[in-house]
């Protein structure tokens, strides 16, 4: 069952619930509503926005990712690779076992060194790129915890305006300060366009 | 509401001009753009143009087939040009393939927001064109089947490629370009394939959508660090679209044939493909916001600003061609003199005179406005600059080769019909592969776009334009979200 990795025992509520969401219907109104869920203290909330919001996800306290450095983990790790694998097929006669033995060959051509930096720059600039992009996309996936193609925001019917034009703030049942009563009077005040609990 | 008649192209220097013209709402965004995949029957024109580049298309494979079963000879590839019309289709292609991505990571990274009405389009473009580019040096090889000869893949023969050769940094930056170019395409495109799963009709749809937008679901988590990835994506394809055609003009430049052996070349090549792959966007947009009323997103502005970036680089690549001409005599090279010389007064001259006249002369009716602004005109230059790219690559190929060293091996190259036949079957080929795109795909990256729409500002109240309590509210919200980043909490 679906709730059960969702929910945590401590949720008093009907356990069936992943927790509630408000519409709005602009930008400016999930800002500042984002803005008073963070101050009354919500620790497992988002906002599903059909773009990014300038300036929501600050609003939001969300922290910077650590994206960044896996890219340039990545990068460096292209590098690294494309040195080594030149150097080792066109330079060494080094031999090691690989599923297949793989030996190296020193090739002289055209009376150049074995290591020939400038040659090998290329290859070494391009694996880079190649090895930090694949990173940038598949770490943003991973982190994002994507793909995931069961979600209860996925579910709700009435959330389906948020790939469009309508902006939603979901308050997990998961969250201490969570309450079916408290948290929808709560959002009320907010003066979104509606009010309504998400089935896990 | 600004009317879609609106003239956006004056310039106003006390405001911007809007970007999406007659859209208020960012629902009425989505329905527009979504309609081209939604309709029920794809518009009459679509059909026509797509059974004539599937016909094409057809063609190319057989025709690869063939040259397959029976060897190269089929091509007019002889000695002394044995570079012929695939390394030429090659160029050609490529250079096609990097407007797209300029736009997606240079134009992004100068903030250059019209950008997102065209990205999405020149993105797929660029994916297409450098799936034609790439069939080309694959058939070239000669012996298909082993092809992966070209990679370093440990072998019963212990052989390795030359990683000295410019041949073999071509193989890894056109490879790493395609890849590079389809994850940023694809995952710009996850939030608007979203966007279609929840609004599809069809059980089919919602599945074949739901599986590829990965379950995105619109999370400001999960924006913030996709924001980031695309930052970075575009910061790292910045030097990527420059370095692939620097290296693909390191396959001449690096070699010691007069004409081909220019430091001016990686610049030259760069500057052409932009100009190149412009024109294309220019060709695909035109008559594509006609067919499906996309004048709104692609307006009469941003059309305009890429005549302008044709007219730059069409004026720098004639820059070149002249620069080329002045080095040959101030190198005191009697060769290379030669070689340029015969280029405009030789055997091939009429080529050499296309190219100039397609290139250099055609652009320059853009100083004008009103021939900047008018689609006829744009359409017609787009298209002599297609054809004027190509017979730049020929140039290059064949003159250089026809006519070298030795005279004794001279010679005049001449396509077989396979040549011809191959050029427009890869033209089939690509056309196919982006109808095909336009069809099912969103054609405008459509979050990006609601992005830039005053709508999507927080600043712009609550939908009813300027003034009023709803302003004052949104704008204290956003000037504490903005004091909330950086540090001074204490306001």
């Known amino acids: ?200 | 509401m600004i009317s879609g008649t609106y003239d956006n192209t004056i310039e106003t220097p006390d405001h911007r001009q809007p970007l999406v013209l007659g859209h208020e709402t960012l629902g009425s965004a989505t329905a527009t753009i979504c309609r081209v995949n939604e309709s029920p029957r794809p518009p009459m024109a679509w059909t026509v143009a797509f059974i004539i580049s599937a016909l094409g298309a057809t063609m190319f494979v057989t025709l690869i087939g063939y040259l397959i079963a029976t060897g190269v000879g089929v091509w007019g590839n002889m000695h002394p040009v044995m570079w012929g019309f695939p390394i030429v289709n090659f160029v050609f292609w490529v250079g096609i393939g990097h407007a797209g991505t300029l736009i997606s990571a240079i134009l992004f990274l100068f903030r250059q927001k019209w950008r997102t009405a065209i990205n999405r389009f020149a993105e797929a473009m660029t994916i297409f064109a450098v799936i034609c580019a790439g069939s080309f040096p694959g058939i070239h090889i000669g012996r298909v089947w082993a092809a992966y000869w070209l990679f370093p893949i440990p072998n019963q023969m212990e052989m390795w490629p030359q990683f000295r050769s410019p041949l073999l940094w071509d193989v890894f930056a056109v490879g790493t370009y395609f890849t590079v170019s389809l994850v940023f395409w694809y995952m710009g495109m996850v939030p608007d394939i979203a966007t279609l799963r929840d609004r599809s009709n069809t059980k089919m749809k919602a599945m074949l959508y739901g599986i590829f937008s990965l379950g995105w679901r619109g999370s400001m988590r999960h924006w913030h660090r996709y924001e980031r990835a695309y930052l970075l994506l575009a910061a790292l394809a910045t030097p990527l679209v420059l370095s692939v055609h620097s290296v693909v003009s390191f396959d001449f430049a690096v070699s010691q044939l007069p004409g081909w052996h220019t430091t001016i070349f990686p610049p030259y090549f760069v500057a052409g493909a932009i100009f190149g792959g412009f024109a294309m966007v220019q060709t695909l947009a035109v008559p594509a916001r006609s067919i499906w009323g996309l004048q709104d997103f692609i307006t009469m502005r941003h059309l305009e600003n890429m005549n302008k970036i044709i007219l730059l680089t069409g004026s720098l690549v004639g820059f070149a061609y002249g620069m080329e001409f002045f080095i040959a005599w101030y190198s005191g090279s009697k060769l290379e003199l030669f070689t340029f010389i015969n280029r405009a007064t030789g055997q091939y001259a009429w080529a050499y005179w296309i190219m100039i006249f397609c290139n250099v002369v055609s652009p320059q009716v853009f100083w004008f406005k009103k021939m900047r602004t008018n689609l006829v005109v744009m359409f017609i230059v787009a298209m002599l600059v297609n054809c004027g790219m190509w017979f730049e690559r020929f140039v290059i190929v064949i003159t250089s080769l026809a006519q070298d060293f030795l005279p004794s091996s001279w010679g005049y190259f001449k396509p077989s019909w396979v040549d011809v036949c191959m050029l427009i079957g890869s033209f089939g080929l690509f056309m196919t592969l982006f109808l095909l795109f336009i069809r099912f795909l969103p054609v405008i990256a459509i979050s990006e776009v609601k992005s830039v729409m005053p709508a999507a500002d927080p600043h712009h109240g609550h939908g009813h334009g300027h003034g009023g309590h709803g302003m004052e509210h949104s704008h204290e919200a956003h000037a504490s979200a903005v004091m909330s980043g950086s540090s001074s909490h204490g306001a």
């Open chain 1, 1 to 200: 069952m679906a709730h059960e990795m969702t929910a945590t025992p401590k949720a008093k509520e009907p356990t069936r619930m992943f927790g509630m969401f408000a519409e709005f219907e602009t930008p400016g109104a999930i800002l500042e509503a984002a803005k008073k869920v963070r101050e009354a203290g919500y620790k497992w909330w988002d906002c599903n926005v059909p773009f990014p919001v300038h300036g929501l996800d600050k609003a939001m306290g969300v922290r910077p990712t650590i994206l960044p450095l896996l890219v340039f983990g990545g990068g460096l790790t292209g590098t690294l690779l494309a040195i080594a694998l030149q150097v080792f097929t066109n330079s060494t006669n080094l031999s090691f076992w690989a599923l297949v033995p793989v030996h190296g060959y020193p090739f002289l051509v055209s009376g150049k060194p074995f290591i020939s930096g400038p040659a090998f720059v290329p290859v070494a600039f391009e694996l880079t790129v190649l090895l930090a992009s694949l990173t940038s996309f598949g770490a943003m996936m991973l982190l994002n915890g994507l793909p995931r193609h069961y979600h209860p925001v996925l579910k709700s019917p009435k959330m389906a305006r948020a790939t469009d034009d309508r902006f939603y703030l979901v308050i997990e049942a998961r969250d201490p300060k969570y309450s079916p009563t408290k948290t929808a009077e709560f959002l009320k005040t907010l003066r979104p366009l509606q009010v309504s609990e998400m089935e896990a």
